[in-house]
């Protein structure tokens, strides 16, 4: 056999020319950094953030890697805030918002500097929301927004260029009662959502049964003293006695609104245009009367819709989203852990995780691109109350 002997000349020269000819190899690459370099993460895995109730052992927000391939999670870090119950990391990652849900004159919002590579969460201050158990959080423009449950008001915080809040600029409450005498008793703020346009907020209010509408002010700012947030017309949407509205989601495509109501279990499809709603459909989510419907989300293809059910029959309800009306048909219901109260779908539509409350798990589900159904793969994530998964971006 004859063998060929290779100088290390010969191998200089080549691996010269490769990196004259721009042929991207290790040792010829430009010094700077990747995005996946300056963050830590490997090309399928996402950084994910987890809320939790801390009453029992889970000290606040958890931090961990998610591979959107094979399903895999590592934990990164913890950082100790009272009942983070639900959050909401800035546009450029930088900077992540949550609420400390309490019914008291500690309810917050609370702003944390983000190192992605890490995973970790650093404190930059706290603000009072100036109402009970703030449940939900956005940002917009540069504000930052709660919708306080027991309070029955949202809050605006403007935001300071190092990332922490400024006290609230605007606290609105609302006056009103709804068919139930229990549930509906006086306002219940569930849910804040900006809509596709970035023109108008709508604001759920369970108490009430409405859709609360206000129009953006974008050049609202603490120093001219100008509002973010002024009343639409229609200053609000009725729904259904008794429905409850607890999450708004909109359709990838910007054309089409749809409302988990909790105590009806229905969803109500709405078309959305230039800052209005009508209402085209209502379809039960649950069908068993359990009056714990919670949570609402679009598959990222805009074809499926999902929500979460609680209280009886716990699970998750899949409709196919029809592509020229926007009108549901359900086509599935997968059982899941105790109490899921909050669920996210991977950005490649691959998984679904869901945040089992009692069960103190995250379940971690495949979805089938083709029908919308879920198998659970059996990677449980394993932690105390989770109640908000949110990916950084």
């Known amino acids: 056999m004859t063998k060929t002997f290779i100088s290390k000349t010969s191998i200089f020269k080549a691996f010269a020319a490769v990196c004259i000819f721009g042929i991207s190899i290790s040792g010829c690459t430009s010094k700077k950094k990747t995005y996946m370099e300056t963050t830590g993460t490997t090309e399928n895995e996402l950084t ?18 998610f591979n959107e391939e094979d399903g895999a999670t590592t934990p990164l870090s913890e950082a100790e805030i009272e009942n983070p119950s639900y959050l909401v990391p800035s546009d450029d990652g930088k900077f992540v918002y949550a609420v400390s849900e309490l019914n008291n004159t500690q309810a917050a919002a609370n702003a944390f500097a983000f190192n992605k590579e890490k995973g970790t969460l650093q404190l930059l201050n706290s603000q009072q929301t ?24 949202i809050s605006v915080f403007p935001i300071a260029k190092d ?6 600029s605007d606290i609105i409450k609302f006056k009103g009662t709804g068919a139930d005498k229990e549930r509906q008793e006086k306002p ?6 900006i809509t596709p346009d970035g023109k108008y907020l709508f604001a759920d209010n369970l108490g009430t049964d409405q859709i609360h509408k206000y129009v953006i002010n974008p050049n609202a700012d603490i120093t001219n003293q100008k509002s973010f947030l002024k009343e639409g017309q229609p200053a609000a949407y009725n729904v259904k006695a008794g429905s409850g509205p607890r999450h708004l989601t909109f359709a990838p495509n910007g054309n089409y609104a749809y409302l988990i109501n909790e105590l009806s279990g229905t969803v109500i499809a709405f078309e ?24 609402i989300h ?16 716990d699970g998750i309800a899949i ?67 989770p109640v908000c998964i949110r990916f950084v971006p």
């Open 48 to 65: 994910m953030l987890v809320g939790t109730y801390t009453s029992g052992t889970s000290k606040g927000i958890y931090s961990y890697r």
């Open 319 to 385: 409709f196919r989203i029809h592509p020229d009306n926007g009108m549901l048909t359900k086509t599935g219901y997968q059982l899941t852990g105790i109490h899921p109260r909050n669920f996210i779908i991977t950005p490649n539509g691959k998984y679904l995780l869901v945040a089992c409350r009692d069960s103190n798990v995250i379940q971690v589900y495949e979805r089938d691109r083709n029908t919308g159904l879920l198998t659970d793969v059996h990677r449980d994530i394993k932690i105390d109350k």
């Open 188 to 193: 219940h703020l569930h849910c804040v959502r």
């Open 272 to 295: 959305y245009k230039d800052g209005n709603l009508k209402e085209i459909q209502t379809i039960a989510a649950d069908t068993v009367g359990a009056k714990g419907s919670a949570d």
């Open 130 to 153: 100036g109402g009970e158990d703030p449940c939900y959080i956005i940002v917009s423009e540069n504000n930052v927004i709660t919708a306080n449950y027991s309070g029955g008001s």
């Open 163 to 168: 990332g922490s809040l400024l006290p609230a």
């Open 298 to 313: 679009i598959s990222p293809d805009g074809k499926f819709l999902y929500t979460s059910n609680r209280l009886k029959a």
